[in-house]
């Protein structure tokens, strides 16, 4: 059985800036990821504040990297529409160029990345640590051991499964054409069971990612396209938005069952160091959901650099957390409910939109 110091499980932001803050310090993991090469995947095209100061700390300059700098946040529900000035910069960034230059900058610090290659289970080692076996059949141990497979479960490190006659959250992407409207904003329309965000990334092009529950996209027949199609029947905003782009067969990535407010357990002697979406799970409409992956891998490496447990670390973690997750919560089911204008009313008001805002980051 192969033996390392430290191994991270996954990859993106979160395992990314595990390795990098363990390499920088002098202890370099192994990284092991499924995905040979970045590439697009449904969340995390908004870069809040928090999060371009946890880049930045990481060594990722975003704007070298092209992304668009977004200071104003548009919201639309119900024919009616309010504009508001962010209370910090932020940027639109695709996530395959930033999981590109995170994985670049842990490689040039001395991190060895192995890629193509899937964690199929995760068992506790006696004495401490785990022990991952790979889908080649292979095995590998460590003493500390980092999960950062996203909103993905490994066998023997699941999270709740939603509970019967639950409407879990489904999560859906595409790419719109350029869009000058948009040029430095983000625009959240809110409908019936869901949200949609629309932000301009490097390239010009539109990020499109929704939040819907699953019975709506049901009564799509499973769709996207069809829902689209129903979003902009009802929403003529909307639909002047996306115009006919979204129906012509651009591919669509999607995630199910996104546990959004979950948060690791506390309490229990758990061997693993839980990262990003395996420790806590943010409403996508906060927008800052890459700020805490970022900010978990670094709590959770230096948390073993000093010599803490996992358990220490999800305490650290949950107190940075807990009140961001439950206000972005709040906020998500106001505006997925039928009364979602009380909440473009009390984004009208002066300041609100700014507290709101800084109310649900997680800081650096």
């Known amino acids: 059985m192969r033996r390392t110091d430290a191994l991270i499980v996954g990859g993106g932001p979160a395992g990314a800036a595990t390795a990098i803050t363990l390499a920088a310090a002098g202890r370099p993991p192994l990284l092991i990821e499924r995905a040979a090469t970045p590439r697009p995947v449904v969340c995390g095209g908004f870069l809040g504040g928090d999060a371009l100061a946890a880049l930045a700390a990481l060594g990722i300059d975003a704007p070298a990297l092209g992304a668009r700098p977004i200071h104003r946040l548009r919201i639309v529900a119900h024919g009616h529409m309010v504009e508001r000035r962010l209370p910090f910069a932020a940027a639109g960034l695709s996530r395959a160029t930033l999981d590109a230059a995170l994985r670049d900058r842990a490689l040039a610090l001395g991190a060895i990345v192995e890629t193509g290659r899937a964690a199929r289970a995760i068992e506790d080692r006696p004495g401490g640590g785990a022990i991952v076996r790979l889908d080649d059949g292979s095995a590998i141990a460590?003493?500390?051991v980092f999960l950062?497979?996203?909103?993905?479960?490994?066998?023997?490190?699941?999270?709740?499964?939603p509970a019967p006659g639950a409407d879990p959250?489904?999560?859906?992407r595409t790419v719109l054409?350029?869009?000058p409207d948009l040029a430095?904003?983000?625009?959240l329309h809110l409908f019936d069971r869901g949200y949609a965000g629309l932000l301009v990334q490097e390239d010009g092009s539109v990020n499109l990612c929704l939040s819907v529950a699953r019975s709506r996209l049901a009564e799509a027949d499973g769709n996207p396209a069809r829902l689209i199609a129903a979003l902009a029947a009802a929403s003529p905003r909307f639909a002047a938005r996306i115009g006919g782009a979204a129906a012509t067969g651009e591919a669509w990535q999607a995630i199910a069952a996104v546990p959004y407010g979950w948060q690791q357990p506390l309490g229990a002697e758990e061997a693993l160091y839980r990262v990003g979406d395996q420790a806590a799970v943010i409403a996508s409409l906060a927008g800052d959901g890459i700020a805490i992956a970022l900010a978990s891998g670094a709590i959770a490496a230096r948390a073993f650099l000093a010599g803490r447990s996992p358990a220490d670390h999800a305490r650290a973690l949950a107190a940075r957390t807990r009140r961001p997750i439950a206000i972005a919560g709040a906020i998500r089911r106001l505006a997925e409910g039928p009364h979602r204008a009380l909440l473009l009313r009390a984004a009208a008001l002066p300041g609100a939109a700014a507290l709101a805002a800084r109310l649900t980051r997680v800081g650096h």
């Open 142 to 144: 460590a003493p500390a």
């Open 148 to 161: 950062a497979t996203g909103k993905h479960d490994l066998r023997g490190s699941p999270r709740p499964r």
């Open 169 to 172: 959250a489904v999560g859906l």
């Open 177 to 179: 054409p350029a869009d």
């Open 184 to 187: 430095g904003r983000i625009e």
